[in-house]
T-cell receptor, first 114, second 113 residues
Framework: QKEVEQNSGPLSVPEGAIASLNCTYS??????FFWYRQYSGKSPELIMF????GDKEDGRFTAQLNKASQYVSLLIRDSQPSDSATYLC??????????????FGKGTLLTVNP | GAGVSQSPSNKVTEKGKDVELRCDPI?????LYWYRQSLGQGLEFLIY????????KSGLPSDRFSAERTGGSVSTLTIQRTQQEDSAVYLC???????????FGNGTRLTVT
């Protein structure tokens, strides 16, 4: 069973702090990694994607990938109450020719307290 | 259009009825996906289209579910003889090519009474 695991939370941080969201995946052959934000009652919204080991920064967001450890994370700097949402980690697993299928974790609920 | 469009946004139907859900992907996107999200659950993959072909239908929960895509664009997900466990939000997504990020529509919330 190829899986993507996330801590369901809730993760609660004060406004202005760094929020750290973590994700592990089971398929070592995975090549593409995505973070989506989902507000309650809304559809998932792409925040970032990363393909190579290391860090990728976009504004207040940094995605970190470690393929050897099968671990991907999302850091949110200067967290704002508007960042409060469920964050979904998603992985494209290439094993068995299924390089098109995006497998999602169940998400981590983040609450940023004013 | 600017984004993925799904219709209807909400659908309430009686158990045993058939329903059709529609998805208009972003213009030019070759790949199209259907996912399902039940209350408090993660996103469940249903089916993937590349052009008009569906190489992977393995996520469809039963033979009551079917989907098609025409003209490399619009897709329809059909659920026959709906059951209460079919109640969920059905999300459509498209991507430019298979390796590109997925962009989701606003979903269709299906309630089977």
């Amino acid at each position: 069973q190829k899986e993507v695991e996330q801590n369901s939370g809730p993760l609660s941080v004060p406004e202005g702090a760094i929020a750290s969201l973590n994700c592990t995946y089971s398929d070592r052959g995975s090549q593409s990694f995505f973070w989506y934000r989902q507000y309650s009652g809304k559809s998932p919204e792409l925040i970032m994607f990363i393909y190579s080991n290391g860090d990728k920064e976009d504004g207040r967001f940094t995605a970190q990938l470690n393929k050897a450890s099968q671990y991907v994370s999302l850091l949110i700097r200067d967290s704002q109450p508007s960042d409060s949402a469920t964050y979904l980690c998603a992985v494209k697993m290439n094993s068995g020719g299924s390089n098109y299928k995006l497998t999602f974790g169940k998400g981590t609920l983040l609450t940023v307290n004013p | 259009g600017a984004g993925v469009s799904q219709s209807p946004s909400n659908k309430v139907t009686e158990k045993g009825k058939d329903v059709e859900l529609r998805c208009d992907p972003i213009s030019g996107h070759t790949a199209l996906y259907w996912y399902r999200q039940s209350l408090g659950q993660g996103l469940e993959f249903l089916i993937y289209f590349q052009g008009n072909s569906a190489p992977d239908k393995s996520g469809l929960p039963s033979d009551r579910f079917s989907a098609e895509r025409t003209g490399g664009s619009v897709s329809t997900l059909t659920i026959q003889r709906t059951q209460q466990e079919d109640s969920a939000v059905y999300l459509c997504a498209s991507s430019l090519v298979v390796d590109s990020p997925l962009h989701f529509g606003n979903g269709t919330r299906l309630t089977v009474t």
